[in-house]
T-cell receptor, first 115, second 115 residues
């Protein structure tokens, strides 16, 4: 079974709808991240969380919110989706106990289309 | 602010040729980590290598090798005797400082190996 899972894997929605993307991990990592990938722009950080009570904005947090319900779960919400939020979304985790080696492990991605 | 530049947007080579993917980074920190990730056509992100700023030794792993040069702020990736399975988008990424595990990604290089 995959260590980092994302649901749904694909989603088509309409402008103005609220949508939630969910991420779960079984790696026991403290740190979780949400990125979006757009063609030609690489991956950009939306939000990150270093533990259950910690939420931090990333590079492009406007229009998004997150919830860290438990150590293993980190959800990304689009309160009112707009077409330019069409992208591939990745969740990632890392282990703060890894002695500074902060490799991140990525989920399979969620392809979101906003019409 | 940190920045990663992958100037090569797309590269195509014939199978069995060697190919080098360039990565140039900017950071004001003296302690940082550099990474390469592979994104095959299936879309997932696969970790390839991590290098910390104090270790300038080049690394070889099978057909893959990495050349880290602090003097030129570069962390280049070479694939020797390329194979069709190497076709993917490759991302270079930078993380500043221990405990601050936010990755800044380059825009990626799409590598196509022609059979």
């Amino acid at each position: 079974d995959a260590d980092v899972t994302q649901t749904p894997r694909n989603r088509i929605t309409k402008t103005g709808k609220r949508i939630m993307l969910e991420c779960s991990q079984t790696k026991g990592h403290d740190r979780m991240y949400w990125y979006r990938q757009d063609p030609g722009l690489g991956l950009r950080l939306i939000y990150y969380s270093f533990d259950v009570k910690d939420i931090n904005k990333g590079e492009i947090s406007d229009g998004y919110s997150v919830s860290r319900q438990a150590q293993a779960k980190f959800s990304l919400s689009l309160e009112s989706a707009i077409p330019n939020q069409t992208a591939l979304y990745f969740c990632a985790t890392s282990d703060r106990l890894a002695g500074g080696y902060n490799e991140q492990f990525f989920g399979p991605g969620t392809r979101l289309t906003v019409l | 602010a940190q920045k990663v530049t992958q100037a090569q947007t797309e590269i195509s080579v014939v199978e069995k040729e060697d190919v080098t993917l360039d990565c140039v980074y900017e950071t004001r920190d003296t302690t940082y980590y550099l990474f390469w990730y592979k994104q095959p056509p299936s879309g997932e992100l696969v970790f390839l290598i991590r290098r910390n700023s104090f270790d300038e030794q080049n690394e070889i792993s099978g057909r893959y090798s990495w050349n880290f040069q602090k003097s030129t702020s570069s962390f280049n990736f070479t694939i020797t005797a390329s194979q069709v399975v190497d076709s993917a988008v490759y991302f270079c990424a930078l993380s500043e400082a221990f405990g601050n595990e936010k990755l800044t990604f380059g825009t990626g290089t799409r590598l196509t190996i022609i059979p």
